[in-house]
């Protein structure tokens, strides 16, 4: 029996959207603890994982959760389970820039079955279910139709918990930005895959993220008629990280076939 449910969904949006004003009013001082040199956790992040947790278990108490901060060694798959980023966007969110956001996904049977990504600065929601479309604030959004590579603008990432990582990532962003219009850098993966839902982009590549990154992103793209994948041109992972393709669909095995041949 499927636990996502209307009424869960109305709930858990609404939950979200409440929970946002945790990024918006920025606490002072600023608590900040480095995962390392490059990857930071605050007490927004700790604050916005906790009240979602608590929430997230009394609406639904059967299904597990999978968190950015409180970490999954003991999930068992087989069973429904959160997929939250309490902050998707942490540098951002240090540096005052404005771009950042909640990323909240259900799955089950293996597949994420709802996402929710929510930017309370532009206070846009992003939300899908599968099979029933994807919204922004309540509206159908779709992908571009830029037919080919050389039409299109494209997303990129640039791996900063993982700088050993570097090199080959800037070598595919510039065989990237050669092929098409042009390249952005947002520093969120969550709202830069609903960049790509709904044609502000034509896609977006990382060579890591995990899948608190992409879980909700990666269905809203779906319901919107894009397509998300690894570099490979395989499904993602909803356990463990690695790299990752997103489009329009029209421009995605242009982009697979140019970072092979970028390797």
């Known amino acids: 029996m499927c636990i996502c449910t209307p009424d869960l969904v109305e709930r858990v949006v609404a939950l979200v959207r409440q929970t946002g004003v945790l990024l918006t009013q920025r606490p002072d001082p600023q608590a900040i603890q480095a995962k390392s040199a490059t990857d930071y956790v605050t007490n927004v992040d700790l604050a916005v994982e906790d009240t979602l947790r608590e929430a997230l278990a009394e609406l639904a108490p059967q299904v597990q959760f999978m968190g950015e901060e409180e970490g999954h060694s003991d999930l068992d798959p087989a069973r429904p389970f959160w997929i939250l980023d309490p902050v998707d966007g942490t540098t951002n969110f240090i540096h005052n820039y404005g771009h950042s956001a909640i990323s909240l996904a259900l799955a089950e049977d293996g597949q994420v079955v709802f996402g929710v990504v929510y930017n309370p600065y532009r206070q846009?929601?992003?939300?899908?279910v599968r099979g029933q479309g994807a919204q922004c604030n309540g509206r159908p959004i779709q992908v571009s139709t830029a037919p080919h590579l050389s039409d299109s603008l494209v997303a990129v990432g640039t791996v900063p918990g993982h700088r050993e990582l570097g090199q080959q990532a800037f070598a595919q962003m510039w065989a990237v930005y050669n092929a098409c219009q042009d390249i952005r850098r947002s520093g969120s993966a969550s709202l830069d895959l609903c960049d790509v839902a709904c044609g502000r982009v034509d896609g977006y590549l990382e060579l890591y993220l995990q899948p608190w990154d992409y879980a909700a992103g990666s269905l809203i793209l779906a319901e919107a008629?894009?397509?998300?994948t690894g570099l490979d041109g395989a499904p993602l992972?909803?356990?463990q990280g690695g790299p990752l393709l997103s489009s329009n669909g029209r421009i995605h095995t242009a982009l697979l076939e140019l970072l092979e041949q970028s390797n």
């Not at 846009?124 to 899908?128: G, I, K």
């Not at 008629?225 to 998300?228: N, S, V």
């Open 225 to 228: 008629g894009g397509c998300a």
């Open 237 to 239: 992972c909803l356990t």
């Open 124 to 128: 846009e929601c992003f939300t899908a």
